[in-house]
DNA sequence: GAAGATTGATTGTTCAATCTTA
DNA sequence: TAAGATTGAACAATCAATCTTC
C-alpha cells in the first residue's frame, strides 16, 4: 500500500535527511513538554505565560498590543484575551498609549517581574539539563549556524519559550 | 530591573548556548508554521490531520485508539474528538476491536489513503525546501546524532508531523 | 478494581464583525 | 479608508466523571 508514497519520500528526500527532520521534530517535543512540565509543577505556571512576561521584560516592561500578538505569534483577538487573564492574575496591567488613542500599552506589574524572576531559575534551569548540558560548545556553535540557516532572518519574531 | 534575572541566566547557560536554543526555537516554529500554510492552502489539510493519516498508515493501516493517542501526544478525550471529526470527512472508520471488546480500532479508509497520497507530495516538497536543501549532508549525520542525544530513546513516539 | 473509550463542563484560540481613532 | 483593539460565535483540547469490558 505505502510502496507509492515511500517511493516519492525518498525520491524527494534521502533517508538521512528524513531522519535528521524526523530527529529534529521528537527533539522539540519531548524538551518543551518537559519544560511545560516542570514550569508548571514547581511554580504553576504555565509556560505561554512565562513567554509573555519575558517578552515584555525584554522590550523593556512594557509593549503594545499589536506588538506582543505578533512576538507570540497569536492573533489578535486571542491577544487580548491572553492579557486579560494575565491582568486578571496581577501580572500585568493595562493602560492607552500616550501617543496613539486607538492603541493599548501592556506593562508589567511588581508582581508580574517577581514571578518572571521566580520563574526564570525553574525554566532556565531546564533549558540546561535538558539541553545546554547535553551539546558541547562545538555542537552550539554548529547548532547556531544551521538554525540561522533554517529560520528566515528578515521577518519578525517567533515564539520563543526563551 | 533585568540584571538579576540576566546574571542568572549567564550563570546557568553560556550565551553561546542560550543563542542555540533560541535558534532552535525560531527554526521550528518558522518551518513549521510554512509546512502548515503551505498543506492547508494547497490542500485543505490541516498539518495535523495529515499526522494521523501518516501515523495510520505507518502502522499498516490501522491502530487502536490509546495507542493513536500516543503518538499524537493526545488526550484520549481529545482523540476521540478528533477521530470523529476525520470519520465525518470520510477519511477514516472506526471498529470495535476483534480480540478487545473494550476496544476500538481506527482504520484508514481508501478516500484517506488518497488523501494522505496528494498531501505527502506537498508536504514532503516544503520539508525538503525549507529544511533538506537547506542543509548539507555533513549537517544532516550531525543533526542526527545531536537530537538523538537530545530526544530520549526509550519512552514513546511524539508529534511527528512527518 | 483497572483499562479502553466516550461524554459534559471548562478553558483557550480563531475568524468575522464591530467600534474607535488616525 | 485603514489601523488598533475588542466582542460574539464556532471550534478544539483538557480534566473529571461515566460506561463497558477485562
Do not use: C
Request: glycine content about 8%; cysteine-free; charged content about 30%.
Amino acid at each position: 500500500l505505502t510502496a507509492g508514497i515511500v517511493r516519492s519520500v525518498s525520491d524527494q528526500l534521502p533517508a538521512l535527511k528524513l531522519r535528521a527532520w524526523r530527529g529534529f521534530l521528537e527533539a522539540h517535543s519531548s524538551i518543551t513538554r518537559e519544560l511545560e512540565r516542570e514550569l508548571r509543577e514547581e511554580r504553576g505556571l504555565p509556560l505561554s505565560w512565562y513567554d509573555v512576561l519575558v517578552q515584555l521584560n525584554e522590550a523593556g516592561g512594557e509593549m503594545r498590543m499589536h506588538r506582543l500578538a505578533s512576538s507570540l505569534l497569536l492573533s489578535r483577538s486571542a491577544t487580548t484575551r491572553f492579557v486579560e487573564r494575565l491582568e486578571r492574575a496581577g501580572l500585568l496591567v493595562r493602560d492607552g498609549a500616550p501617543d496613539d488613542r486607538r492603541g493599548t500599552v501592556v506593562r508589567l506589574t511588581d508582581q508580574g517581574m517577581d514571578t518572571l524572576r521566580r520563574a526564570a531559575g525553574v525554566h532556565l534551569r531546564g533549558v540546561k539539563r535538558h539541553f545546554g548540558d547535553i551539546i558541547s560548545n562545538e555542537d552550539a556553535e554548529l547548532l547556531v549556524r544551521l538554525m540561522t540557516k533554517l529560520a528566515p532572518p528578515p521577518s519578525g519574531e517567533g515564539a520563543s519559550y526563551s
